[in-house]
């Protein structure tokens, strides 16, 4: 599912692959509104399955991390605030979902867009964040 969902740098929120063309991409916003627009190739637009977050050993998978986080959450929105957060309130909750962080590299402001990215997904019913192939794989491998 996160694959076709995109960042596209210098535009808030999220936005869902619906079709592509020549030179562009047609992107629909993941909010209420639904407004499409294209996106062009000068844009940097990245899908949400490409990310990952670094930790001391490795780096994560958004997906795992978002994971993470609708566990804590119980599949709700994020019990904390991240425009109202201070930065060590919102190191302290990503320790808690994701505890080898690499302090240095991940920033406050990715876990402050982690965060608001969560929040969109879920407020507009995207809770599965897994890709199909990493399912299967899981079922396979606890079939035998």
Known sequence: MLKTI???SGKPGLYKLISQGKNMLIVESVNAEKKRFPAYGNEKIISLADIAMYTDDAE????DVLESIKEKEKSAQASI???KATPEQL???LAEVLPNFDRERVYVADIKKLITWY?????NG???FKPEEVKEEKEEAAAE
């Open 6 to 8: 995109l960042s596209i």
């Open 60 to 63: 994560v998978p958004l997906y």
């Open 81 to 83: 605030d991240p425009k």
């Open 91 to 93: 190191r302290e909750y």
């Open 119 to 123: 929040n969109i997904l879920t407020s």
């Open 126 to 128: 995207i809770t599965e």
